[in-house]
């Protein structure tokens, strides 16, 4: 398992929503935040992410990330595809990952 972070800028005058991710090189992956309950640290999956127009949304640690699963081989470029709901897909390229 490992984790992915990323900046994503909308620059459109219509929000997107991103609904998924997927890779060929991973099993599953999911979109999660960071939550602080009472002291205590915690990460809570989401079915959604809202990029306001005109806005962009941070995945960092601490914050929203990607949790990446099944990942046997992390060596060169590692593709990750957005999907949104309105039926776009955009594929980023991370060039780092750690296992």
């Known amino acids: 398992m490992t984790v992915a972070y990323f900046v994503l800028a909308n620059p459109s005058a219509e929000a997107l929503t ?4 997927e890779s060929t090189r991973a099993d599953a992956i999911e979109m999660h935040t960071t939550i602080l309950t009472d ?13 306001p ?3 962009r949304v941070v995945f960092a640690p601490g914050g929203h990330h990607l949790m990446v699963f099944g990942v046997t081989d992390i060596d060169g470029p590692f593709p990750i595809t957005l999907s949104f709901t ?4 955009i594929t980023a390229v991370f060039s780092k990952l750690a296992l």
Do not use: D, F, Q, Y
């Open 86 to 89: 309105n039926g776009k897909r």
């Open 39 to 51: 002291g205590n640290t915690a990460m809570r999956r989401l079915t959604e992410v809202e990029v």
């Open 18 to 21: 991103i609904s998924g991710a």
């Open 53 to 55: 127009a005109g806005e």
